[in-house]
């Protein structure tokens, strides 16, 4: 059973939720480091083209899908969050030095989706463990805190990449192999604390100890967990790859160290409003949050699109920060108001899972409307960033309408 934390203070979080934060905040910073210029990586010196890096992305994103469904409920079904938790975390750090030999895009796409494996395995029972350590009335704060801690971590690993890089090739347009392996040898390190972290830091909160043992049928989710699927289905296959970003802003003149800098500043808004759009949540409920947030997103991926110039790509990027510190805690949120207790882990495996199932035709579409494929030349930079923005109004619409009176005040 949850613990008790009425009129509680973001210093009074309980012990597992400053345990998943620091671990998130680890992880980050060693993931942030990397995946960032790994993209530019990819086309700078290896020479891969936008569609082929958008089946990369995609595929790490689909290859953990499963295994977000599977773990999930392995945790309900154990009724234990941490040690799967631990384990998935694990993996994604014991995979990051192998970034430092890889010389092919094959080699980078199979280390990819071994570190996307490891978010498998521990994205469903970590949010669980958080949702399952706090009350109702302050669920919002606690994603809200767990998601600025994580990304802190990545504005540090983000300040910690420019920093290398601006010691290794300073303002040079193109990433070089010799600073992307420096970058790599030192995002060990945080990838190490991440598991210790969590290791010492979480306890498993007892679940109900006399109940069935749940089994893997998404139909007892229930109906508006599935609604709620599917307008987040709809907005997130418009959300591609970040790493569509980087490139957009490389694209438009911004060298390695600006497209770095530029993270940093988005990350460091993104921080600074995910603790307080989550306790905002709490009280005016997560759909008006979500809505706004989605609103907000579909204005900046159409500033994106209509981008002329290298600072235009900076300053949306920055407010991009807004939509994820708005939106992207509070999803979460929302989907322990509408799943019994017990059913947590199996939905929030089932909610990583579709989200990760869609970002592969997500990134793929992205890359083909950028580039094409074969010998079409797509339609441009600008279109993956206009589709992104007319399926976020369409689900911000859908989720407007939906409103059943069988959910919580919480989530209207």
Not at 24 to 36: G, H, K, P, R, T
Not at 94 to 103: I, N, V
Not at 139 to 161: E, M, N, P, S, W
């Amino acid at each position: 059973m949850a613990q008790r934390t009425a009129n509680i203070t973001v210093r009074r979080l309980p012990r597992n939720i400053w345990a998943a934060s620091l671990t998130s905040f680890f992880m980050d910073i060693s993931s942030e480091m990397v995946l960032n210029i790994l993209p530019l990586f990819l086309a700078n010196v290896l020479g891969v083209r936008t569609s082929v890096i958008g089946l990369i992305e995609g595929i790490a994103e689909a290859t953990s899908s499963l295994l977000k469904v599977f773990s999930g409920w392995l945790s309900d079904r154990l009724k234990g969050r941490k040690w799967i938790a631990v384990a998935g975390y694990g993996l994604s750090a014991l995979s990051k030095p192998f970034f430092y030999f890889a010389s092919t895009w094959e080699a980078i796409a199979a280390i990819r989706w071994t570190d996307r494996v490891g978010k498998g395995i521990r994205t469903a029972p970590r949010d669980a463990l958080v949702a399952d350590s706090v009350e109702p009335e302050v669920r919002g704060l606690a994603f809200g805190v767990q998601r600025a801690a994580d990304t802190a971590g990545a504005l540090l690993g983000i300040l910690i990449a420019a920093g290398l890089v601006w010691w290794g090739q300073a303002n040079q347009i193109q990433l070089g192999a010799e600073t992307f392996r420096m970058v790599v040898l030192i995002s060990i390190i945080p990838g190490i604390l991440a598991v210790i972290s969590l290791a010492v830091g979480a306890r498993d909160v007892p679940l109900n100890p006399q109940g069935e043992a749940p089994r893997l049928a998404f139909r007892s989710l229930g109906k508006p967990f599935m609604i709620f699927m599917i307008i987040v289905g709809i907005f997130d296959i418009g959300n591609s790859s970040d790493a569509f970003l980087v490139l957009r802003a490389q694209e438009r003149g911004l060298s390695t160290l600006g497209i770095l800098l530029m993270l940093a500043a988005f990350n460091l808004v993104y921080t600074l409003l995910s603790a307080p759009a989550g306790s905002i949540s709490d009280r005016i409920g997560r759909r008006k949050v979500i809505i706004g947030g989605w609103l907000v997103y579909s204005g900046i991926y159409l500033g994106f699109a209509l981008a002329k110039q290298a600072w235009h790509v900076v300053v949306f990027y920055i407010l991009y920060g807004v939509y994820y510190g708005l939106a992207y805690g509070t999803t979460k949120a929302m989907v322990a108001d509408l799943v019994p207790e017990t059913l947590r882990g199996t939905a929030y495996g089932t909610y990583n899972a579709i989200l990760g199932i869609l970002d592969f035709p997500a990134s793929v579409i992205a890359g083909v409307l950028w580039q094409g494929v074969g010998n079409w030349q797509g339609f441009g930079a600008s279109a993956p960033f206009l589709f992104g923005a007319i399926m976020s109004v369409l689900a911000a619409i859908l989720m407007v309408v939906w409103n059943p009176a069988s959910i919580s005040a919480r989530t209207r």
